[in-house]
């Protein structure tokens, strides 16, 4: 099992990056993708989430109205799409999947991705 995350960078603040996660060796139509964030002497945060279908289920609240989770089940890849960017959303970003649609703990998603740093400047 691989989940491959990138489109990660720098940006100034305002600016946009959207995140992609590449699957593979799962059924990924079967699972819910999951975005979280890390950020130097930080845990480990959710982010937000979408289910099997497309439907987004979650947003930490700091996001809400600035990211959009997606994905396009034919090309196993879930996407965030990240705008109007702050120097505090500045982590390594990864996706995570899960068979559990109410996930938002780490330690509920059972594949990860290697991280994708995301650097926002002031």
């Known amino acids: 099992v691989q989940l491959q995350a990138s489109g990660g960078g720098m940006v100034q603040t305002g600016g946009s990056l959207r995140l992609s996660c590449l699957a593979s060796?799962?059924?990924?139509?079967?699972?819910?993708m999951g975005w979280f964030r890390q950020a130097p002497g930080k845990e480990r945060e959710f982010v937000a989430s979408?289910?099997?279908?497309?439907?987004?289920?979650a947003y930490t609240d700091s996001v809400k109205g600035r990211f959009t989770v997606s994905r396009y089940n034919a090309k196993d890849t879930a996407y965030l799409q990240m705008d109007n960017l702050k120097p505090e959303d500045t982590a390594v970003y990864y996706c995570?999947?899960?068979?559990?649609?109410?996930?938002?703990?780490?330690?509920?998603?059972?594949?990860w991705g290697q991280g994708t740093h995301v650097t926002v400047s002031s």
């Open positions: 995570a999947a899960t068979p559990f649609r109410q996930a938002m703990r780490p330690d509920e998603y059972s594949y």
């Open positions: 979408i289910s099997w279908d497309g439907e987004p289920i």
């Open positions: 060796g799962i059924t990924f139509n079967v699972y819910v």
